[in-house]
C-alpha cells in the first residue's frame, strides 16, 4: 500500500551502539505493519547514527500510535543492550511522526514506544495507546520496588548495588569514566602530600598545606575571611545553608540573651528590644541536634556534638553579624552565653561549634534529606506511575537523570557501617538515622517552595540574600513554564482532578515520600491546574537549583576546614575565659579526617561530565511545536538571569556563582 520512511537516531555514549539484529513493527489505527528486520550492518547502529530505513506494508495504517522495537542477538555475537533515541517515520502521504525514546533497549527485549505527542489519559483514549501504557507501568513497577531502611525517613528503590540497578537508571559509560578518574586522583593527591597522619594539627597555617597542588575557586578568600564576624554571618545568607536563618521577633524562652549583653554589639543608639521590633535581629537554632549521639569510630576516639543557638544582627551596614552563642539548648551555669566582647579565643571556638553544628545540619538535612532521597522519591514514583506519554514525565523526566544511580552509590561509599561518613563526619551512620528521621518530622511543603519558605522566615528584605534572589528569579521563570506546560494540555481544573495517572503519582510521593504525614501540608491529590504548577515548579526546583544551592559550594566553603569542621573532638565549653590557640586546635578534627574530609567535597562538587545545566533539554521528549516554544523562551529567561549573575559577580570579593542557571545541573546527578 505505500513506503513508509524512518529514521533511527543512536545515543552517542561510546557503549550505546550494538552489533544485534534490530526489527520494527509500525501500529496505526487501522492495524499495524508485518515485524521489519532492519538491515544489519554495524555502522546503522554504532553510536551516534542516524540511519535511513524503509518499510514496505500492504495496507493503509491510518494514524500512528507507536512503534514496536524489537531486537535479537547477531549469530555468536555477545547480547549488548542498544541506546535508542528515538524513531521518525514519514507515512506514504508525507505527514511525519514522531517517537522519543531516549533509553536503553535490552538486547532479546521488546519495547513500545507510543507517538510523541503528550497525551493525558481519558476514556477518549485509544485503547493501544491505554493498553501500552498499563504494559508499560506494569513492567516498571516490576523492577522499581521501594524499600523502607530505616523507619520514619523517606523509602527508597530497593537496590543495594549499582549493578542491580535498571540499565536506564544507571550511569553513561562517560560519566563513570569520569567519576572514577575524579575519585582516584583525588585519593592519589592526599597520599602524595602525606596527610594521613591521625594526629591533631599544631598550627593553623598548616591546613593551607592540604591540596597545595590544587587551588582554585574562593579558598584563598575564605581563609582571609573565616574569622571575621560579618562572613561569619553572610553564610547564613549565601552559604551551603541558607534556609536555616529566620527573624527573630522575640528571644527564645531557653536563650536568655538580655540587652547588658549585646549592648557593646549594638552600640548606644539603640537596644536589644528596639532591633527586635525592627525586625534586625535573626537567629539560627540548631535544637533538631538535640539528642543526636556522637560518632565514636573517627580514629577509635569520642566526638561531640553541640546543639546551639546564634542570635544575629543586621547592622545599619547592611551585614549579619552574630551578637551572642549558646551552646546548648539547655541555659545554666554550665551553658555560658558566648559574646564578641569575649576573649578571641572564646569567641572564635564559639563560632567554630556553630559551623560544625551548621555543617551537620546541612550535609544530612538540607543537602541529603532535602534534595537527595526527595529526587529519589520523585524518580521512583515517576518511574512506577507516569508512563513516556504523559506531559508531566515528559516534563519532568530531564530533572531525574542519574538520580537512582548517585543515591545508590553514595550509600556504599559514605553511608554504610565503617564507611566515609564514620570516618568523618561527627554524628557518623548512627547519628545520621537519628538526625534523619528528625529532619522527616520536621519538613512542610512550604520549606520546599521557595516563596513560601522565604516569607515564612520573614527574610523577604533582608539585604544581600543572593540565594534568595538568584532563587526566586529562576522559581518565577520554572514557575511560568509549568504554567505554560500544565494550561497547554489541562483545559480545565476538572482534567487535572480527573487523571487517574496524575493522582497515583502525587499519592505515591505522599505516602512513600513524606509517609503519609498530613502536618507536612505535601499533598497527597491535586484538584486545580494551579496547585499542579506549583508542585511540578517545587520538584524541578528541589532537584535542579535547590541541589546546586546546597551543594556547588562545598568545595569552596569546607576546604579551609575551622570554616565547616566535619567533627570536633573534645567537648563545648562551659565556661569562658579558659580558651586558647591550643585549646581550639585540641578541638578540630585530625590531620587524616580533615584531608579525607576536603576529599570528599571535592568528589561531591567536581563539575562532571557529561552533565546537562539546568534548560539543558538534549532529549527531545516534546514533539510538538507548542511545547518546544515554551522551552525556548524559558531558556531564553535563563540566558538573562545567567547574564545578570555574571555582571554582577564581577565586582564581588566573594561571588555567588552557584545559582547561575548555567551552573546548576539539571538533576541531582553527583
Known amino acids: 500500500m505505500g513506503t513508509y520512511k524512518l529514521k533511527i537516531a543512536t ?3 561510546l557503549g550505546a551502539g550494538t552489533c544485534d539484529q534490530v526489527f520494527i513493527v509500525l501500529v496505526g489505527v487501522l492495524g499495524e505493519s508485518a515485524k521489519h528486520h532492519l538491515n544489519y550492518k554495524w555502522s546503522n547502529f554504532r553510536p551516534g547514527a542516524v540511519t535511513d530505513f524503509e518499510v514496505d506494508t500492504e495496507k493503509d495504517l491510518g494514524e500512528l500510535l507507536l512503534v514496536r522495537l524489537s531486537t535479537m542477538t547477531y549469530k555468536s555475537l555477545n547480547a ?16 511525519l511522526y514522531q517517537f522519543p525514546f531516549y533509553q536503553w533497549l535490552p538486547s532479546g527485549m521488546t519495547v513500545e514506544i507510543p507517538e510523541g505527542k503528550g497525551i493525558v489519559l481519558s476514556k477518549n483514549t485509544h485503547p493501544l495507546l491505554q493498553q501500552q501504557r498499563r504494559a508499560e507501568l506494569e513492567m516498571k513497577r516490576e523492577n522499581h520496588k521501594w524499600k523502607c531502611e530505616i523507619d520514619g525517613i523517606p523509602h527508597r528503590i530497593n537496590v543495594d548495588k549499582v549493578e542491580d540497578l535498571p540499565i536506564n537508571d ?5 560519566k563513570l569514566s569520569s567519576f572514577n578518574y575524579s575519585k582516584t586522583a583525588t585519593g592519589l593527591e592526599q597520599m602524595q602530600e602525606g596527610f594521613t597522619a591521625a594526629e591533631p594539627w599544631t598550627d593553623l597555617d598548616d591546613i593551607k598545606l592540604v591540596f597545595c597542588l590544587t587551588r582554585f575557586g574562593n579558598f584563598d578568600v575564605i581563609d582571609e575571611l573565616w574569622k571575621e564576624d560579618s562572613f561569619f554571618g553572610s553564610q547564613y545568607l549565601n552559604g551551603n545553608n541558607p534556609n536555616l536563618i529566620r527573624k527573630c521577633s522575640k528571644i527564645p524562652e531557653n ?8 549592648a557593646a554589639s549594638l552600640g548606644t543608639t539603640t537596644s536589644l528590644q528596639k532591633e527586635l521590633e525592627i525586625g534586625n535581629i535573626f537567629l539560627a537554632d540548631y535544637k533538631i541536634l538535640q539528642g543526636v549521639p556522637a560518632n565514636k569510630s573517627i580514629n577509635g576516639q569520642q566526638q561531640y556534638m553541640a546543639a546551639p543557638i546564634c542570635l544575629l544582627w543586621k547592622t545599619p551596614q547592611d551585614q549579619l553579624v552574630p551578637i551572642a552563642i549558646q551552646l546548648s539548648q539547655i541555659p545554666g551555669e554550665n551553658a555560658p552565653i558566648f559574646l564578641p566582647s569575649d576573649s578571641e579565643s572564646d569567641w572564635l571556638l564559639a563560632k567554630i561549634w556553630v559551623r560544625n553544628s551548621d555543617y551537620q545540619v546541612h550535609e544530612v538535612v538540607t543537602h541529603l534529606l532535602y534534595t537527595h532521597l526527595f529526587a529519589e522519591v520523585f524518580n521512583i514514583a515517576t518511574t512506577r506511575q507516569l508512563p513516556m506519554s504523559h506531559p508531566v514525565y515528559k516534563l519532568i ?3 531525574l537523570r542519574y538520580t537512582l544511580e548517585t543515591n545508590v552509590l553514595g550509600r556504599a561509599i559514605l553511608f554504610n557501617p565503617g564507611a566515609l561518613f564514620d570516618q568523618v563526619i561527627g554524628s557518623g551512620k548512627g547519628g545520621l538515622q537519628i538526625l534523619l528521621k528528625k529532619g522527616t518530622d520536621e519538613v512542610t511543603y512550604s520549606s520546599l517552595c521557595l516563596p513560601d519558605d522565604i516569607q515564612a522566615r520573614g527574610l523577604e528584605s533582608i539585604p544581600n540574600y543572593l540565594y534568595r534572589d538568584d532563587g526566586m528569579n529562576i522559581w518565577l521563570a520554572m514557575e511560568s513554564f509549568a504554567s505554560n506546560i500544565v494550561n497547554y494540555y489541562y483545559e480545565s481544573d476538572v ?8 493522582q497515583a503519582w502525587v499519592a505515591e510521593i505522599y505516602k512513600e515520600g513524606f509517609l503519609d504525614n498530613k502536618s507536612t501540608g505535601m499533598p497527597s491529590s491535586l484538584e486545580t491546574k494551579a496547585s499542579l504548577i506549583k508542585y511540578l515548579t517545587m520538584l524541578i526546583f528541589t532537584c535542579s537549583v535547590q541541589h546546586a544551592a546546597v551543594s556547588s559550594a562545598q568545595f569552596d566553603l569546607y576546604t579551609w576546614m575551622p570554616n565547616g569542621p566535619p567533627a570536633m573532638k573534645s567537648p563545648p565549653p562551659t565556661v569562658k575565659g579558659v580558651s586558647t590557640t591550643e585549646s581550639i586546635l585540641a578541638t578540630l578534627p585530625e590531620v587524616n579526617t580533615t584531608s579525607l574530609g576536603i576529599a570528599i567535597v571535592w568528589q561531591l562538587t567536581k563539575d562532571p561530565t557529561d552533565k546537562r545545566h539546568l534548560g539543558d533539554y538534549h532529549d527531545v521528549h516534546f514533539t510538538e511545536e507548542v511545547p518546544q516554544t515554551f522551552i525556548k523562551d524559558f531558556q ?15 565586582s564581588m570579593k566573594l561571588p555567588y556563582p552557584y545559582l547561575d542557571p548555567t551552573e546548576i545541573q539539571n538533576s541531582v546527578s553527583i
Not at 81 to 95: E, K, L, R, S
Not at 495 to 502: I, Q, R
Not at 636 to 650: D, G, M, P, T
Open 255 to 262: 536563650f536568655p540573651v538580655t540587652n547588658n549583653m549585646v
Open 11 to 13: 545515543g552517542e555514549d
Open 170 to 174: 544507571q550511569y553513561s559509560f562517560l
Open 636 to 650: 531564553e529567561k535563563l540566558a538573562k538571569i545567567s547574564h545578570s549573575i555574571k555582571v554582577r559577580n564581577k
Open 397 to 399: 523526566i530531564p530533572h
Open 495 to 502: 482534567a487535572v482532578s480527573k487523571d487517574p495517572e496524575l
Open 80 to 95: 549488548v543492550a542498544w541506546y535508542c533515541q528515538y524513531v521518525n517515520v514519514t507515512c506514504p502521504n508525507g505527514h
